[in-house]
């Protein structure tokens, strides 16, 4: 049971570049979500799904855009990369049961460095 | 404005002692509370909650209390062990919105 998926796990880019972060999920999840993780920041979610071709604007959503046309992938994409987009970013999924939709499933993360 | 504190960014404890990981937060709005633990190079996984109706939560060695007057939570680890050491974050739910996430303390269980 893979769980999410994410890839790349690494990616190198260069200030302007524009690049795709994938994310599958195999446990049938209608919730998806996009975070990034920054030292001392925490994890603050960049966008959200609650459905296949649905998607919503999270807490820190500039410079990114997103889409859902399957239930079970998440794409996350940067269309002119910054320095300030160097971060590790982590796909999650999760049920919409009363009180498990909070139970978030991580994927391993993305460590992306933008130069 | 974070509106989830982790105010400690690290904590070190002798192996069998007691680790307590603080949190804090602000919005009195929220009423799910969950912890998630971090090994390096993987992703956050789900640890304990506790909703606001209650102020503990226990789960084998992991215990989490909640006080609500103080806008406080813990996590307890006892006895604590070296598998322990990762980096714990909480996070608090608000009804209808998503999750709110602390910074995180990284723990180190020393043996």
């Known amino acids: 049971n893979a769980g999410v998926t994410q890839t790349p796990k690494f990616r190198v880019l260069k200030t302007g570049q524009s690049m795709t972060l994938l994310c599958a999920q195999d446990m049938n999840h209608e919730y998806m979500y996009w975070y990034r993780q920054d030292p001392g920041m925490g994890l603050r979610l960049i966008h959200y799904s609650v459905g296949e071709g649905t998607t919503a604007k999270g807490e820190v959503p500039d410079g990114y855009n997103v889409s859902r046309l399957k239930k079970q992938n ?6 002119s ?22 139970k978030l499933f991580f994927g391993s993360g993305t460590q992306l460095s933008v130069l | ?5 982790q105010n400690s960014p690290s904590l070190s404890v002798q192996e069998g002692r007691i680790s307590i990981l603080n949190c804090d937060y602000t919005n009195s709005m929220f009423d799910y509370f969950l912890w998630y633990k971090k090994y390096p ?3 956050p996984t789900f640890l304990i909650s506790i909703s606001s109706i209650k102020d503990k939560n226990e789960d084998g060695r992991f215990t989490v209390f909640l006080n609500k007057s103080a806008k ?10 070296p598998g322990d050491s990762a980096v714990y974050f909480c996070a ?8 709110t996430f602390g910074g995180g303390t990284r723990l180190m269980v020393k043996p």
């Open chain 1, 74 to 79: 998440f794409l996350l994409g940067l269309e």
């Open chain 1, 81 to 102: 990369a910054a320095p300030s987009q160097t971060s590790v970013y982590f796909c999650a999924s999760s049920y919409t049961r009363a009180r498990e939709y909070e």
């Open chain 2, 1 to 5: 404005d974070q509106q989830v504190k």
């Open chain 2, 41 to 43: 190079a993987e992703g």
């Open chain 2, 72 to 81: 406080h939570l813990s996590l307890h680890i006892v006895p604590s062990q």
């Open chain 2, 92 to 99: 608090a739910r608000r009804a209808g919105n998503m999750l």
